[in-house]
Protein backbone atom coordinates (compact mmCIF):
# COMPACT_ATOMS: atom_id res chain seq x y z
CA UNK A 1 0.00 0.00 0.00
CA UNK A 2 2.73 2.37 0.95
CA UNK A 3 4.02 1.52 -2.72
CA UNK A 4 0.30 2.30 -4.38
CA UNK A 5 0.03 5.45 -2.31
CA UNK A 6 3.64 7.34 -3.10
CA UNK A 7 3.33 6.20 -6.86
CA UNK A 8 -0.51 6.46 -7.82
CA UNK A 9 -2.54 8.34 -4.84
CA UNK A 10 -0.44 10.74 -3.61
CA UNK A 11 0.37 12.55 -7.32
CA UNK A 12 -3.19 12.40 -8.10
CA UNK A 13 -3.36 9.78 -10.98
CA UNK A 14 -5.78 7.22 -9.11
CA UNK A 15 -8.53 7.75 -6.22
CA UNK A 16 -8.80 5.28 -3.33
CA UNK A 17 -12.06 4.47 -2.06
CA UNK A 18 -12.70 2.97 1.00
CA UNK A 19 -15.67 0.93 1.53
CA UNK A 20 -16.67 -0.95 4.78
CA UNK A 21 -17.28 -4.65 4.91
CA UNK A 22 -17.10 -5.98 8.27
CA UNK A 23 -17.13 -10.09 8.10
CA UNK A 24 -19.24 -10.59 11.26
CA UNK A 25 -19.40 -13.89 11.12
CA UNK A 26 -15.58 -14.26 11.97
CA UNK A 27 -15.44 -10.84 13.31
CA UNK A 28 -18.01 -10.28 15.76
CA UNK A 29 -16.57 -7.17 17.05
CA UNK A 30 -15.89 -5.95 13.29
CA UNK A 31 -19.04 -4.33 12.58
CA UNK A 32 -18.35 -1.65 15.65
CA UNK A 33 -15.34 -1.24 14.74
CA UNK A 34 -16.15 0.08 11.10
CA UNK A 35 -18.76 2.20 13.26
CA UNK A 36 -15.85 3.35 15.30
CA UNK A 37 -13.93 4.60 12.54
CA UNK A 38 -16.43 6.61 10.83
CA UNK A 39 -17.30 8.07 13.96
CA UNK A 40 -13.53 9.38 14.20
CA UNK A 41 -14.50 10.40 10.60
CA UNK A 42 -16.90 12.89 11.81
CA UNK A 43 -14.12 14.36 13.75
CA UNK A 44 -11.56 14.45 10.66
CA UNK A 45 -9.56 11.10 12.16
CA UNK A 46 -10.63 8.41 9.83
CA UNK A 47 -7.77 7.49 8.90
CA UNK A 48 -5.96 7.45 12.43
CA UNK A 49 -8.30 5.32 14.05
CA UNK A 50 -8.51 3.22 11.03
CA UNK A 51 -4.70 1.92 11.07
CA UNK A 52 -4.91 2.22 15.02
CA UNK A 53 -8.25 -0.63 14.57
CA UNK A 54 -6.06 -2.89 12.21
CA UNK A 55 -2.67 -2.69 14.66
CA UNK A 56 -4.80 -3.59 17.89
CA UNK A 57 -7.47 -6.10 16.05
CA UNK A 58 -7.01 -8.34 19.36
CA UNK A 59 -8.76 -5.43 21.05
CA UNK A 60 -11.47 -4.19 19.20
CA UNK A 61 -14.59 -5.04 21.44
CA UNK A 62 -16.63 -2.18 23.02
CA UNK A 63 -14.68 -1.70 25.82
CA UNK A 64 -11.68 -0.61 24.21
CA UNK A 65 -13.14 1.71 21.79
CA UNK A 66 -12.76 4.73 23.97
CA UNK A 67 -9.19 4.16 24.86
CA UNK A 68 -8.43 3.25 21.00
CA UNK A 69 -10.22 7.27 20.44
CA UNK A 70 -8.32 8.89 23.54
CA UNK A 71 -5.42 7.69 21.89
CA UNK A 72 -6.16 9.75 18.46
CA UNK A 73 -7.35 12.76 19.87
CA UNK A 74 -10.67 11.88 19.70
CA UNK A 75 -13.25 14.46 21.66
CA UNK A 76 -14.87 11.61 23.65
CA UNK A 77 -18.08 12.71 24.72
CA UNK A 78 -19.36 13.28 20.57
CA UNK A 79 -17.33 9.99 19.76
CA UNK A 80 -19.33 7.91 22.30
CA UNK A 81 -22.46 9.78 21.47
CA UNK A 82 -21.82 8.54 17.58
CA UNK A 83 -20.92 5.32 18.52
CA UNK A 84 -24.15 4.77 20.85
CA UNK A 85 -26.46 6.90 18.08
CA UNK A 86 -25.83 4.07 15.20
CA UNK A 87 -25.49 6.98 13.26
CA UNK A 88 -23.36 4.95 10.53
CA UNK A 89 -24.96 1.93 10.92
CA UNK A 90 -27.30 1.69 7.76
CA UNK A 91 -24.21 3.02 5.37
CA UNK A 92 -22.07 0.25 6.77
CA UNK A 93 -25.11 -1.92 6.16
CA UNK A 94 -25.21 -0.18 2.64
CA UNK A 95 -21.77 -1.45 1.83
CA UNK A 96 -21.95 -4.41 2.35
CA UNK A 97 -24.89 -4.84 0.40
CA UNK A 98 -23.34 -3.13 -2.48
CA UNK A 99 -19.95 -5.56 -1.97
CA UNK A 100 -21.57 -8.76 -1.55
CA UNK A 101 -23.56 -7.79 -5.10
CA UNK A 102 -20.15 -7.00 -6.62
CA UNK A 103 -18.90 -10.61 -5.66
CA UNK A 104 -17.00 -9.41 -2.86
CA UNK A 105 -16.35 -12.69 -0.28
CA UNK A 106 -13.50 -11.86 1.69
CA UNK A 107 -11.44 -8.77 2.60
CA UNK A 108 -8.93 -7.30 1.40
CA UNK A 109 -10.93 -7.05 -2.36
CA UNK A 110 -9.73 -4.50 -4.45
CA UNK A 111 -11.67 -2.66 -7.67
CA UNK A 112 -9.60 -1.17 -10.09
CA UNK A 113 -12.20 1.12 -12.09
CA UNK A 114 -12.84 3.84 -14.05
CA UNK A 115 -14.77 7.25 -13.29
CA UNK A 116 -16.74 9.62 -15.34
CA UNK A 117 -16.21 12.72 -14.64
CA UNK A 118 -20.07 13.86 -15.05
CA UNK A 119 -21.23 11.14 -13.05
CA UNK A 120 -19.58 9.57 -9.05
CA UNK A 121 -20.07 5.78 -9.70
CA UNK A 122 -16.87 4.30 -10.68
CA UNK A 123 -16.55 1.08 -13.33
CA UNK A 124 -15.21 -1.55 -11.78
CA UNK A 125 -13.16 -3.13 -14.68
CA UNK A 126 -10.65 -6.03 -12.57
CA UNK A 127 -11.15 -7.41 -8.92
CA UNK A 128 -7.91 -8.16 -7.16
CA UNK A 129 -8.80 -10.36 -4.62
CA UNK A 130 -6.45 -10.63 -1.14
CA UNK A 131 -3.42 -8.72 -0.55
CA UNK A 132 -1.56 -9.08 -3.60
CA UNK A 133 2.43 -8.02 -4.26
CA UNK A 134 2.65 -4.38 -5.73
CA UNK A 135 3.47 -5.73 -9.31
CA UNK A 136 -0.02 -6.79 -9.47
CA UNK A 137 -1.56 -3.42 -8.85
CA UNK A 138 1.12 -1.52 -10.57
CA UNK A 139 -0.10 -4.12 -13.86
CA UNK A 140 -4.25 -3.63 -13.36
CA UNK A 141 -3.54 0.37 -12.79
CA UNK A 142 -1.38 1.11 -15.30
CA UNK A 143 -3.09 -0.78 -18.22
CA UNK A 144 -6.31 1.65 -17.27
CA UNK A 145 -4.21 4.50 -16.99
CA UNK A 146 -2.78 3.88 -20.77
CA UNK A 147 -3.70 6.14 -23.11
CA UNK A 148 -6.57 3.64 -24.85
CA UNK A 149 -8.23 3.84 -21.60
CA UNK A 150 -8.85 7.42 -20.78
Not at 1 to 6: C, H, K, L, S, V
Not at 26 to 44: T, V, Y
Not at 63 to 89: I, M, N, P, W, Y
Not at 101 to 116: I, Q
Request: proline content about 4%.
Amino acid sequence: MPQIERDYIGTGKVKYVLLDFPIESIHKDAFKAHEAANCAGNQGKYWEMHDRLFAHQNALGSVHLSDHAKAVGLDLRTFEQCLKSGKHEAEIRRNIAAGVEAGVRGTPTFFVGLTDPNDSKIKALEMIRGAQPYAQFKQAIDKLLAPENR
